[in-house]
């Protein structure tokens, strides 16, 4: 893994990603001559998926062994839910027997998923000191410990809703 | 598992950032420990233990529901 400052770097690269997501949506312009909009689009999303990639492979600047608990449980959660994803997509195709379009935007869903999923788990978990996350006792053990979890849940909530408003604007 | 560790702070008057960055962890980490909600590793365990010059035993005590 890479140390904090990819963290850094990261955050900066997808950033300037989102913008170019964010700008070439409202105002299509053209960087490369004979790209289509649709051409940088994708592009501009793979940028902002790199960013976030090194987000997730670099390390906290005190990584201990509790930041490294709750990482493993991101990891846990972010595969469990992208496996589902794939799994969902491929009943889909089988059931209905028609192929799905497997063009940029759909590949990009999935390392979008796994990537974004991955990041909010660990940053809540970090920093909003989720006992669910040391405590691996089953989904009903941990309702009891809802009441001590308000503010990470608040926060899961929050940052949900800001990325759905997100998603439904672009 | 029950621990003193808040006891101990406040007999040399460090806080939880102090302890932190002599045992090398997190302050959110030793917040966690403190509250009982994050059982650390031996090796941490026994740094603790050591800064405080006490026995770990005496630093961290099993309950019933361990």
């Not at chain 1, 051409?39 to 201990?64: I, P, R, T």
């Not at chain 2, 959110?28 to 994050?38: A, D, V």
Request: with cysteine; proline share 3%.
């Amino acid at each position: 893994m890479y140390d904090y400052r990819g963290k850094l770097a990261g955050i900066g690269i997808s950033a300037v990603g989102f913008m170019l997501v964010l700008a070439e949506k409202l105002h299509p312009f053209s960087l490369k001559p004979g790209w289509t909009p649709e051409q940088h689009y994708g592009f501009f999303v793979w940028v902002a998926l790199l960013g976030l990639f090194l987000m997730v492979f670099s390390k906290e600047k005190a990584e201990d062994e509790r930041a490294k608990l709750v990482r493993l449980k991101a990891f846990q959660i972010s595969f469990m839910v992208t496996i589902s994803t794939l799994m969902a997509f491929s009943l889909m195709t089988s059931v209905t027997g028609e192929p799905i379009g497997m063009d940029a935007s759909f590949m990009n869903i999935v390392p979008a998923t796994a990537l974004i999923l991955y990041l909010l788990v660990f940053h809540v978990g970090l920093h909003f000191d989720q006992v669910w996350e040391y405590e691996d006792r089953g989904l009903f053990d941990n309702w009891r410990h809802i009441g001590r979890n308000k503010w990470g849940i608040l926060a899961y909530l929050v940052i949900c809703a800001i990325l759905m408003i997100i998603l439904v604007l672009l | 598992m029950k621990n003193t560790i808040k006891v101990e702070r406040a007999k040399l008057n460090i806080t939880q950032a102090d302890l932190a960055q002599q045992i090398q962890v997190s302050k959110q980490t030793i917040n966690s420990i403190e509250t009982g909600r994050f059982v650390p590793s031996a090796v941490t365990a026994l740094k603790i233990a050591r800064f405080f010059k006490v026995p770990v035993e005496q630093l961290f005590e099993l309950e019933p529901d361990d």
